[in-house]
């Protein structure tokens, strides 16, 4: 069974730096599209960047010009580097695929807090 394990979170003051990765256990990691979720208090599951299998990416707005998704196949890891992050930004993060192919069961996630 395919599992998700999400790591980097931490505390990190306003403006600061954070990077997160995502491994996918399995061999068909290179095949999907893969995101980050993050989840708010109070709020629902958002998807804050895409990548696809041949390395493009997207980004919702919120995120766009601050946060950067890259993946390393041959690693079956997708990264999260998140720069001048806002308190906003607060939220535990997940990975997975976009949903295009389906999804994998959901991991942990890793707690993102930027406070000061």
């Known amino acids: 069974q395919v599992q998700v394990v999400e790591s980097g979170g931490g505390l990190v003051q306003p403006g600061g730096p954070l990077r997160l990765s995502c491994v996918v256990s399995?061999?068909?990691?290179?095949?999907?599209?893969m995101g980050w979720y993050r989840q708010a208090p109070g709020k629902q599951r958002e998807l804050v960047a895409v990548?696809?299998?041949?390395?493009?990416?997207n980004y919702a707005d919120s995120v766009k010009g601050r946060f950067t998704i890259s993946r390393t196949n041959a690693k079956n890891t997708v990264y999260l580097q998140m720069n001048s992050l806002k308190p906003e930004d607060t939220a535990v993060y997940y990975c997975?695929?976009?949903?295009?192919?389906?999804?994998?069961?959901w991991g942990q996630g890793t707690q993102v807090t930027v406070s000061s």
């Open positions: 399995g061999s068909i990691f290179r095949l999907y599209a």
């Open positions: 990548i696809t299998s041949g390395g493009s990416a």
């Open positions: 997975n695929a976009d949903g295009s192919l389906g999804r994998f069961p």
